[in-house]
């Protein structure tokens, strides 16, 4: 099966109003492309505005008569998270579709947020957290689906419980696995309240495979100069077809997680090529560390509204 291969069909979209974290570059560029070519409203919020605007003339390029909105959001900044959800709670217009698919990777050395919390579990895991339980009222009013982007990098490791903020001893690659099966914790635990307290959310978690995005590009405002070796290696791989996809085939897993129809919530989809590197999306069980980790993930829950100062309806 070839990681090349996209066959998946982006139904009408032309009546919801999407919300993508990420949007304006790589992966997250591309799903917001997706969905605003099949007609979809999209708002964009994102860190920097002159990346928004250039991601905005491209889609435009793709898809001109695209409705698109730019918004201001530092996932890293509970306060920003707040005062954007603010904003659109004001506007009272309902979210159909929630992609959670921003993220940091790897920083050289232990960084934090705003908030003081060590920048991947703050910016991957409680930023989107604390934005999903600020728009809550909009995503219930629009039934939405909601889609969290987990990682490969989570099919090890866990909860580092007795150091979540990393301050003992830094490891920034296990540190991003820990932020990225929180988000999938998260994912899966908000299906299961959604179910239980009848708030009418489908929430799903994908994963993009192995692509040469932008995260492990030079990226200097985490203290990346270069591109690692890695990304390297991944964009040669992925030139020539092999075992890899691109980063237009990274985007397919959660397009196909927000919009098919036989996605029913609480499903984790990602590519089906060897390995689950690359190819077409498809439901896939769902890694060790948040497979059946009902416990853990209800104390992730309970801990994410302690540190965001957030909480959901029971």
Do not use: C
Not at 21 to 48: C, K, Q, W, Y
Not at 222 to 237: F, N
């Amino acid at each position: 099966m070839s990681p090349r291969k996209q066959d998946i069909t982006i139904p009408d979209m032309s009546a919801k109003r999407v919300l993508v974290t990420g949007a304006s570059d790589g992966m997250g560029l591309v799903i917001a492309r997706t969905l605003a070519a099949a007609g979809a409203e999209v708002i964009m919020p994102v860190r920097n505005r002159r990346k928004g605007e250039a991601a905005i003339t491209t889609i435009r390029d793709h898809a001109p008569r695209a409705r698109l909105e730019l918004r201001e959001l530092d996932l890293s900044s509970l306060e920003s998270v707040s005062a954007l959800g603010e904003q659109l709670r004001a506007e009272a217009a309902p979210i159909h579709v929630l992609i959670n698919n921003a993220g940091i990777m790897t920083p050289p050395s232990r960084q934090l947020t705003r908030d003081r919390f060590e920048v991947q579990f703050g910016t991957n895991h409680l930023g989107h957290f604390a934005l999903v339980a600020h728009l809550l009222p909009l995503l219930r009013q629009g039934k939405a689906r909601v889609v969290s982007q987990t990682s490969a990098s989570a099919q090890a490791g866990g909860i580092n419980w007795d150091d979540l903020n990393w301050e003992r001893s830094y490891s920034g690659s296990r540190a991003y696995a820990q932020s990225k099966i929180a988000v999938a914790l998260f994912g899966l635990e908000l299906d299961r309240r959604s179910k239980a307290n009848r708030w009418g959310i489908t929430s799903n978690v994908s994963h993009p495979g192995l692509a040469p995005t932008s995260l492990l590009a030079a990226r200097p405002e985490v203290g990346r100069a270069r591109d690692t070796s890695t990304v390297r290696m991944i964009r040669w791989m992925s030139a020539r077809g092999i075992l890899v996809g691109t980063v237009e085939s990274a985007g397919q897993s959660a397009l196909y997680a927000a919009t098919a129809p036989e996605i029913k919530g609480g499903e984790f989809v990602g590519p089906g090529g060897a390995g689950g590197l690359g190819g077409p999306p498809r439901i896939q069980r769902p890694y060790r560390p948040f497979r059946d980790q009902h416990e853990v993930a209800q104390r992730l829950w309970t801990t994410s509204e302690e540190l965001t100062g957030t909480s959901f309806p029971s």
